[in-house]
T-cell receptor
């Protein structure tokens, strides 16, 4: 039972364009959502988060949108850079102490 | 600033052997976690701890044991290794319940 789903295993975009990574969840009790970025042979690193009381959070080039009625969140990267090429995981939690991760989306930003 | 340190980075085990994956953090975080990542899959929670002396099971605890005798250390023990335990193991820590985790760089384990 996959509670957090990333249905696109991979995404390719041109440098300078927008990257949109999507994530769906099934548990309406989740109250906090996070995005992590992972390079090969490294651990995931925290990127950005959003509480369920908000519908948008921005940090520089990264914006996360939350649509609670659709149980959907997305990560927008504008403009995309080659260094953004990595696997992106969305994660969700209820109460905070056990993150449930999606399966990841491999983003390739072409120069 | 070491963060979360995992050892070893790579290991090959034979079926039935046992080993301990080490995890140490120097950030005085209360919360620590063990995840495994199988190819093409997300990270699955094995065990977690909310403080020294307190541990609890995650989604996939079978075949593993943990202990948390100090704030800094959270070792993961594999008894009777099986091929299904071939995976990349990540340890993580966090200060509080809703803060982003800090992950180690992982241990790649192969059971043959």
């Amino acid at each position: 039972d996959q509670q957090v789903k990333q249905n696109s295993p991979s995404l390719s975009v041109q440098e300078g364009r927008i990257s949109i990574l999507n994530c769906d969840y099934t548990n309406s009790m989740f109250d906090y959502f996070l995005w992590y970025k992972k390079y090969p042979a490294e651990g995931p690193t925290f990127l950005i988060s959003i509480s369920s009381i908000k519908d948008k959070n921005e940090d520089g080039r990264f914006t996360v949108f939350l649509n609670k009625s659709a149980k959907h969140l997305s990560l927008h990267i504008v403009p995309s850079q080659p260094g953004d090429s990595a696997v992106y995981f969305c994660a969700a939690t209820r109460g905070g102490n056990k993150l449930i991760f999606g399966t990841g989306t491999l983003l390739a930003v072409q120069p | 600033n070491a963060g979360v340190t995992q050892t070893p980075k790579f290991r090959i085990l034979k079926i039935g052997q046992s080993m301990t994956l080490q995890c140490t953090q120097d950030m005085n975080h209360n919360y620590m976690y063990w995840y495994r990542q199988d190819p093409g899959m997300g990270l699955k929670l094995i065990y977690y701890s909310v403080g020294a002396g307190i541990t609890d099971k995650g989604e996939v605890p079978n075949g593993y044991n943990v202990s948390r005798s100090t704030t800094e250390d959270f070792p993961l023990r594999l008894e009777l290794a099986a091929p299904s335990q071939t995976s990349v193991y990540f340890c993580a820590s966090s200060r509080g319940q809703v803060e982003g985790y800090t992950f180690g760089s992982g241990t790649r384990l192969t059971v043959v």
